[in-house]
């Protein structure tokens, strides 16, 4: 395996490494848009607030879609070295100007050649499941409400096959990149119990993944867990390459990024909470 690159800040500048966490129901995602309120822009403006005028904008692990959250989303961003608030109480004085869907939970000054996008391994997510005969108004916007029981034994024995390095094309949205991708865990997890059924967590993790790709493999493990698609036939799914075969994506609600992991210099792993 090749040596990943080595990326610095610019000339004047230094590059700080945040944690983050946000609630996306009322967000556009990560990444920039201009007619809609996303995290990095809120991200943004919250630095130049501080006194970072002429700070680049922040870079993130992973690029969430409309609605979807994070527990621990790492992110870099650049500012001048004059700079004046420290790394110590950078995050309070962030969170001070951040609206409460989004928060800082850690600043410090990032290791050598860390470059929160391109230095990451591995990236996590969660997506949960409602099982129960009625809505929980505790959960809403956090999992999708699915009224009956879920076979979670052959939602597993679905998910198997699927683990490891597979052309994906059947569970990605319009995407015009390659879609060969390593799929290093996909499993379903029990979660906290609720009054007459159980809260699931479908965990997946790789280094990348396609559009759409983590709510196109939820949507299919479901219909398997309904009993609407017979696990055995999954491998035929992923084998065809059309999207049409393989189950609709789930809401951008119920998922979660719950973490990513970097190898050394930048050796931090972070985790979900929970």
Known sequence: MLPRPSYAPPPGFVRLRLLLAWDGKDLAGWQSQPH???VQDTLHVAFTTLGGEGVFRPVAAGRTDAGVHAEAMPAHIDVPQAFRVPPTKLARALNGQLPPAVA???AEQAPPGFHARFSCTERRYSYRLLAAPQRHPLWAGRALHVPGPLDVDAMNAAALP?????D???FATQEDRQTVRELRALSVRPG???HGGQVWEVQVAGESFLRHMVRGLVGTLLLVGQGKLRGEDVPAILA?????????????QGLTFTGASYDAPAS??????R
Do not use: D, K, M
Request: no cysteine.
């Open 36 to 38: 809609a309120p996303s």
């Open 104 to 106: 800082v939970l850690e």
């Open 162 to 166: 699927l683990i490891g390095t597979h």
């Open 168 to 170: 994906f094309a059947a």
């Open 192 to 194: 906290p119990q609720v």
């Open 240 to 252: 065809g390459r059309e999207r049409a075969r393989a189950g609709a994506n789930v809401p951008a």
């Open 268 to 273: 931090t792993t972070y985790r979900s909470s």
